[in-house]
């Protein structure tokens, strides 16, 4: 489809187009806001709130001690691997105002997989939560990485607080190994450095690389996508135009459960609501649902940002409904698919309706989205301003309206490549601009689209396709059905056929009583064939369920 049919399409008052270049790079965008809101709060975790003017000294001040006192030059890259602390906004835009790119990295990561993105990104230095540094300390020396910074978790907290949430993470929980790694560098110290002296602001150039965010991409081993300057600054346009018509320029509260470190909360949160000058509170540990809920109590809120698996343990603990929804403006949701039962739950709960999202990291991430007050329930919405998609064949033809094919996506938001990857960005990105996203897709007449399944996560039963989403979808709207995956079994008669896996509420529910659920809302070869019932589904650190696990279990 042409830009323009999607244009058409847009409800009344939804900004169509965006001013790509507006800004040069991501700095200007933040260190805009940094002056605008000054006196406003930025970050909040753990009781301790940094307004921006105080996240404009801190990053500054760390800026400063990478330029000054290290060895690392504009466009080498710096890996930052923490969890939902305030650490985080300071380390990631004190890393950007040196001039470095910045490497996301999962705390949560085994030594195999950090000695691969470590190597692979060239990283060459690393700011890493104590309570990970064995991990670091096996594979450091297997790496190009020179410079450790190790920060504690109350180290940006004052007085008598830093201390002693110190102390008991290290004392008496016992969360923090016993390691030295030698020539490492305290966090803390490294601001001290830092103080009083002015750092060196970067020649940053669009086309420059900002973020390298890995990712399995549609198919293979992890690798980084090149945001650049240019890509992250137009999709935090394209969200900021979505979010316009809502929010009030006013410094309104966001809940910022999902980790900063994956880039649907790094849009949002740090570049997003960040030119809004939103007050985005950070939860460090989500799957801590009774902590989660606690922090929800102790105010207010206008904007909550998760995905379908966090909705759903929400709801299902009592104490959710005495938190206070009456501020609650706009719940987003992206990730994974979002079934109309967590769907109806949360309005019923919160009376709040969500607006569904779907992007990629290869997009920077987002791709389109549900406007406010313009959802419409089991699409991902239209595209995004200045954004176009198409559906096409297995050879690249675009498909008529209605018909399902693999998206493609085209805007300037995409991802420059993979890094040092030529091939694997000639396979993914056309030469005209086009990325293939390995979604299959259809678009509908008014324009929303809709997301049928991953490509390679489709199931064939006797030559007809089955998309997993759908059958999720059916076996979560059951009273009884907590969570729920599907994928595909090799069977001698039919090739594959479905089998299910599942959380339950109710220990007397069986594979019998699901199946005949399931007979009235699917044609019988979409019908699982085996029901497997588990405690919990294997997820990922942002919740999402692990479909890949569970294939290679089966």
Request: with cysteine; glycine share 8%; charged share 20%.
């Amino acid at each position: 489809m042409s830009e323009a049919f999607f244009q058409d399409r847009y409800p009344e008052g939804v900004i169509k187009t965006i001013e790509a270049s507006l800004y040069q790079s991501v700095n200007q965008l933040f260190e805009e806001s940094f002056t605008k809101y000054a006196t406003r709060p930025a970050f909040t975790c753990l009781n301790r709130t940094l307004t921006y003017g105080e996240l404009d000294q801190l990053s500054a001040q760390f800026a400063t001690y990478l330029q000054q006192h290290t060895d690392l030059k504009p466009g080498d890259r710096i890996a930052i691997q923490l969890p939902n602390l305030l650490q985080y906004p300071i380390a990631m835009f004190g890393a950007m105002r040196a001039g470095l790119v910045v490497v996301n990295t999962n705390p949560l990561y085994t030594e195999r997989e950090m000695e691969h993105q470590f190597n692979d990104s060239g990283a060459k230095a690393l700011v890493v939560l104590a309570n990970f540094t064995d991990r670091v300390a096996n594979v450091l020396e297997k790496t190009g990485i020179k410079h450790v910074i190790i920060t504690q978790v109350g180290d940006v907290h004052t007085g008598l607080k830093r201390p002693l949430i110190n102390s008991v993470i290290k004392y008496v929980k016992k969360e923090v190994p016993a390691v030295t790694i030698p020539g490492a560098i305290p966090f803390r110290k490294a601001l001290a450095l830092g103080k009083n002296i002015n750092y060196s602001t970067p020649n940053v150039a669009g086309d420059d690389v900002a973020v390298l965010q890995y990712t399995g991409g549609t198919t293979g081993i992890a690798k980084g996508a090149m945001l650049t300057h240019a890509s992250l600054s137009a999709n935090t346009m394209q969200c900021c135009v979505l979010f316009d018509s809502i929010l009030n320029d006013d410094g309104e509260t966001a809940i910022a459960p999902l980790p900063l470190y994956h880039i649907y909360a790094f849009i949002v949160h740090l570049l997003a609501l960040t030119r809004f000058g939103a007050h985005s509170i950070l939860i460090p540990n989500p799957r801590d649902i009774p902590g989660f809920i606690k922090t929800l109590k102790q105010q207010p809120f206008e904007i909550f940002v998760g995905l379908n698996s966090l909705f759903v343990a929400l709801c299902a603990d009592d104490e959710f409904k005495a938190v206070d929804f009456s501020k609650l403006k706009i719940t987003t949701s992206a990730g994974m698919a979002l079934t109309k039962a967590a769907t109806e739950t949360w309005m019923k709960m919160t009376g709040c309706s969500m607006s569904e999202a779907y992007g990629l990291t290869e997009a920077s991430p987002l791709v389109s989205f549900n406007p406010p007050g313009h959802g419409k329930l089991g699409t991902i919405g239209l595209p995004v301003a200045s954004t176009d998609c198409k559906i096409v064949d297995d050879s690249g033809n675009e498909l008529p309206i209605g018909e399902g094919g693999e998206l493609w996506v085209k805007g300037p938001q995409i991802m420059k490549g993979y890094w040092q990857r030529p091939e694997a960005t000639a396979e993914t990105i056309t030469e005209d601009g086009w990325l293939k996203t390995g979604d299959i897709a259809a678009i509908r007449e008014d324009g929303y689209m809709r997301i049928v399944d991953r490509k390679k996560d489709m199931i064939i039963v006797s030559g007809f396709n089955v998309y997993p989403i759908e059958v999720e979808d059916i076996l979560s709207s059951h009273p009884d059905v907590l969570e729920a995956a599907v994928v595909g079994v090799a069977d001698d008669k039919s090739g594959e056929v479905v089998k299910a896996y599942l959380a339950s509420s109710n220990k007397d529910l069986t594979a019998e009583a699901l199946r005949d659920y399931c007979k009235k809302e699917l044609t019988a070869y979409k019908v699982p064939k085996y029901i497997e019932f588990r405690d919990e589904l294997p997820k990922s650190n942002v919740g999402k369920i692990l479909r890949r696990e569970l294939r290679e279990e089966a």
